[in-house]
């Protein structure tokens, strides 16, 4: 994962100490009902929501826009807020011992223009699933949680 200027100066103060962050999660859906999942580079701990983390001085809104383009390559239209979660499920440990507690936007969009293609960098697998699909997914912990609460999975 791509760690910002910011987040890395913070790091070399507090070492691998659980840090809260804002963070976005893109929904995205296509005209079939079908969900987009990423796979992240080096991770596998499962199918994800595409997102990542708010830059300083940026909205939330503008980090889904980014995140989207960054990690997928494509243009989103107007994102719709759906919720703003946090807790348990929103905490990461990541591989090198850094640990993060996300407070994540989610928000439901569309593709505008583009096709979605990983970047290798953060997202190195992509696809699209059904919500029938969704149900026996690799989802990963926090996804789970996430797709649970707005509604796209069942309990």
Same mark, same amino acid.
């Given at each position: 994962?791509?760690?910002?200027?910011?987040?890395?100066?913070?790091?070399?103060?507090?070492?691998?100490? #659980?840090?809260?962050?804002?963070?976005?999660?893109?929904?995205?859906?296509?005209?079939?009902?079908?969900?987009?999942?990423?796979?992240?580079?080096?991770?596998?701990?499962?199918?994800?929501?595409?997102?990542?983390?708010?830059?300083?001085?940026?909205?939330?809104? &503008?980090? =889904?826009?980014?995140?989207?383009? &960054?990690?997928?390559?494509?243009?989103?239209?107007?994102?719709?807020? #759906?919720?703003?979660?946090?807790?348990?499920?929103?905490?990461?440990?990541?591989?090198?011992?850094?640990?993060?507690?996300?407070?994540?936007?989610?928000?439901?969009?569309?593709?505008?223009?583009?096709?979605?293609?990983?970047?290798?960098?953060?997202?190195?697998?992509?696809?699209?699933?059904?919500? #029938?699909?969704?149900?026996?997914?690799?989802?990963?912990?926090?996804?789970?949680? #996430?797709?649970?609460?707005?509604?796209?999975? =069942?309990?």
């Amino acid at each position: 994962m791509a760690i910002s200027p910011h987040l890395a100066r913070l790091r070399a103060v507090i070492g691998h100490e #659980l840090i809260q962050l804002p963070s976005v999660a893109v929904i995205v859906v296509d005209d079939d009902g079908r969900l987009l999942l990423v796979r992240h580079t080096g991770n596998q701990n499962g199918w994800a929501v595409p997102g990542g983390a708010v830059d300083i001085g940026e909205s939330a809104a &503008e980090a =889904a826009v980014r995140e989207m383009r &960054e990690e997928i390559g494509v243009q989103i239209g107007q994102p719709r807020l #759906l919720d703003v979660l946090g807790g348990a499920d929103y905490e990461v440990t990541y591989a090198n011992g850094d640990r993060v507690a996300y407070v994540p936007a989610v928000y439901e969009a569309g593709i505008v223009d583009g096709a979605p293609v990983p970047d290798q960098e953060e997202v190195s697998e992509l696809d699209w699933f059904t919500p #029938l699909q969704l149900q026996s997914a690799d989802l990963n912990r926090f996804s789970r949680a #996430l797709l649970r609460a707005t509604g796209h999975l =069942a309990s």
